[in-house]
């Protein structure tokens, strides 16, 4: 259906008495609600309930969605179902047997700017048994399926700024800050009050945001924003530190670092959100307190760095813009997922160990044990050594450290009179 179809078909639409009122362009109108056709809607491919998937779609395959063309529209359609996976069963036997309850709205010309979902599970109940061919909603005095700037300010105000925001991925809201600044030129202050938010809280989110980015180009996969799923709380944690770290030399911290090593405290947080260990237990990693995390003592720090490069060099991977290129029919998540699989397989052990070792070097210097509890601590770990482990590779450095342990036992025997 072209635009001018459309537009002819939703103004001969019938409507269904109910009236609804909305805040458009500063004025509340009260607009007579529609049954408009399913076939003169177009889905908007700037929805903020999918945006990761959308924008990680484009970057990718290198083209735009266009929700006019039959094979982007079931693409946009199954970005859509796959955002309620959960809700998705409920909210049809909701439609088939009690019909719409919530108005949607839509442009002139037919963009969905509020509804897009219902308006997808209603086509899928069409597909099945040709009913439900309507979708129900007010129609707003504008054509703007040209106007992506409008669509989007729209879309943000009618849905993440009110409390339906919480049904959305929490990647979401990153994106719409970072579109509506950087593509659409609003200020702080005019995305906050969009979005119902403090101007400090979309500062706060464009940096975080911004390290996202960061380990999204870390990993060779830029824009691939729905490599980010599950991953916002380690992205929270790491942008305050990093604050912490680069406003100033933090007075938790025991040596004087620069900003190359606070580039490499950060890599080395990418690849442990990777792996993804819990929130939690990354903070060990870098949280700005003496007693907290590796990061901040130096002799543990530089210990970790080399053992954690070592364990990195044993494995090369392949680049997933070339696997892009070599299997353009696979999906982004399919080949992220093998990568992330391969990479697992080959390292996590060893990373993990390397934490492991580390938070006991960490506990071993800021917990308060009298002497006789650290001599047993490490009476039972010398007992936990099995000899025929030794690799042929690391004994001239196990003799070494032995030599080490020694001198030390010697020292303290000579102390307390032995």
């Known amino acids: 259906m072209t635009k001018a179809e459309r537009i002819t078909e939703i103004d001969s639409s019938r409507t269904t008495g109910e009236i609804k009122s909305i805040n458009y362009k500063g004025d509340t109108l009260k607009l007579p609600v529609k049954e408009i056709k399913l076939n003169a809607l177009i889905y908007n491919p700037y929805n903020g309930r999918i945006r990761s998937s959308t924008k990680s779609f484009e970057s990718s395959n290198n083209r735009l969605l266009n929700p006019e063309k039959p094979e982007d529209k079931l693409i946009i359609e199954q970005f859509l179902y796959d955002s309620a996976i959960g809700k998705n069963e409920k909210t049809k036997d909701s439609l088939r047997d009690n019909g719409q309850q919530e108005i949607g709205i839509i442009t002139k010309d037919g963009v969905i700017i509020d509804g897009n979902r219902r308006a997808m599970l209603l086509n899928i109940i069409y597909n099945d048994d040709n009913s439900k061919d309507f979708f129900k909603a007010v129609v707003l005095p504008d054509e703007l399926a040209d106007n992506e700037k409008e669509i989007t300010l729209l879309e943000t105000s009618y849905q993440m700024g009110v409390d339906s925001k919480v049904d959305y991925n929490p990647i979401e809201k990153y994106i719409r800050c970072k579109e509506l600044s950087v593509k659409h030129g609003l200020s702080n202050l005019e995305i906050a009050n969009i979005m119902a938010e403090t101007e400090l809280r979309i500062v706060e989110w464009l940096n975080i945001l911004s390290r996202m980015e960061d380990y999204l180009i870390y990993l060779g996969s830029p824009e691939v924003y729905t490599r980010l799923e599950k991953r916002e709380g380690h992205f929270v944690d790491l942008n305050g530190y990093l604050k912490s770290y680069k406003t100033k030399q933090n007075n938790s911290v025991n040596w004087i670092y620069n900003p190359e090593d606070v580039t490499k405290l950060q890599n080395i947080y990418f690849d442990y959100i990777r792996i993804g260990i819990p929130v939690q237990r990354a903070r060990i ?22 053992e954690h490069e070592n364990i990195k060099q044993t494995y090369t991977e392949e680049s997933f813009t070339e696997l892009k290129k070599q299997e353009s029919d696979k999906s982004n998540e399919d080949l992220i997922r093998r990568l992330d699989n391969n990479w697992k397989e080959k390292l996590e052990e060893k990373l993990l160990d390397n934490l492991s070792f580390n938070e006991g070097n960490l506990k071993d210097i800021i917990e308060t044990y009298n002497p006789l509890k650290i001599l047993k601590r490490v009476l039972n770990s010398l007992g936990q050594i099995d000899c025929e482990t030794i690799e042929n590779t690391t004994l001239e450095e196990v003799k070494k450290t032995i030599e080490n ?11 307390i009179n032995i």
């Open 285 to 306: 990693l870098a949280k700005p307190t003496s007693s907290s995390s590796f990061f901040c003592q130096k002799t543990i720090w530089d210990d970790f760095v080399i």
């Open 405 to 415: 342990i020694d001198i030390k036992l010697t020292d303290i025997k000579n102390k």
